[in-house]
């Protein structure tokens, strides 16, 4: 096959991730979700990508994610100690062969230069995708490890909405010990003001 690589977000003939899909992802100010630090809506490129990644498997993709966060919120960002993630359900995880935000935490202590441990678990087994708005408010709860000695920890999420599932996971490793939580995803889901 000549031409067998495809831009994940555009489908033109290159390997990765093109010049003009990362461009259109990072046309926007920061979506603004209360307590969560995200890089870019979660529309149009941005949805695709994440769609790669989650469905097709398309880890350097997180690679990507890792460089725009990183690049994103440096700024807003006080240094972690530790990165963490919001785990997906062991169904979905062991379905798809990963946990996407495993592989973007993974990416993102990779910029940063600062450890990736798994500090959660998630203790029901109900996933979001395809549940109404007020299924998701209730949502997946977790237990976090002891985290008497992690100091900052970074906890990463792929995508956004309301802010309540990274919550939670921070509430867990808050009583766990954690000192401070910062919250940050790639994408976060517009808000309907901001919706074009
Ligand atoms: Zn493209």
Same mark, same amino acid.
């Given at each position: 096959?000549?031409?067998?690589?495809?831009?994940?977000?555009?489908?033109?003939?290159?390997?990765?991730?093109?010049?003009?899909?990362?461009?259109?992802?990072?046309?926007?100010?920061?979506?603004?979700?209360?307590?969560?630090?995200?890089?870019?809506?979660?529309?149009?490129?941005?949805?695709?990508?994440?769609?790669?990644?989650?469905?097709?498997?398309?880890?350097?993709?997180?690679?990507?994610?890792?460089?725009?966060?990183?690049?994103?919120?440096?700024?807003?960002?006080?240094?972690?100690?530790?990165?963490?993630?919001?785990?997906?359900?062991?169904?979905?995880?062991?379905?798809?062969?990963?946990?996407? =935000?495993?592989?973007?935490?993974?990416?993102?202590?990779?910029?940063?230069?600062?450890?990736?441990?798994?500090?959660?678990?998630?203790?029901?087994?109900?996933?979001?995708?395809?549940?109404?708005?007020?299924?998701?408010?209730?949502?997946?709860?977790?237990?976090?490890? =002891?985290?008497?000695?992690?100091?900052?920890?970074?906890?990463?999420?792929?995508?956004?909405? &309301?802010?309540?599932?990274?919550?939670?996971? =921070? &509430?867990?490793?808050?009583?766990?010990?954690?000192?401070?939580? &910062?919250?940050?995803?790639?994408?976060?889901?517009?808000?309907?003001?901001?919706?074009?």
């Amino acid at each position: 096959m000549l031409f067998s690589y495809r831009c994940d977000g555009c489908s033109r003939h290159i390997r990765g991730v093109c010049a003009h899909c990362k461009q259109v992802m990072l046309q926007h100010d920061l979506p603004s979700v209360p307590g969560v630090l995200a890089a870019v809506r979660y529309e149009n490129t941005a949805r695709q990508l994440v769609h790669g990644l989650k469905f097709h498997n398309h880890r350097g993709i997180a690679a990507l994610f890792g460089e725009v966060m990183v690049e994103r919120l440096r700024s807003d960002l006080e240094m972690p100690n530790v990165v963490t993630w919001a785990p997906t359900s062991k169904q979905r995880a062991h379905k798809r062969g990963h946990d996407q =935000a495993e592989l973007i935490a993974r990416a993102v202590s990779l910029q940063l230069g600062v450890p990736c441990r798994q500090l959660l678990r998630r203790t029901s087994s109900t996933s979001q995708t395809g549940q109404s708005r007020s299924t998701r408010l209730v949502g997946p709860t977790f237990v976090a490890r =002891a985290c008497a000695n992690v100091g900052r920890v970074l906890l990463i999420d792929d995508v956004v909405t &309301t802010g309540s599932t990274l919550g939670r996971a =921070a &509430t867990a490793l808050r009583e766990a010990g954690a000192i401070h939580v &910062t919250c940050a995803a790639f994408a976060a889901t517009p808000a309907p003001s901001e919706r074009r």
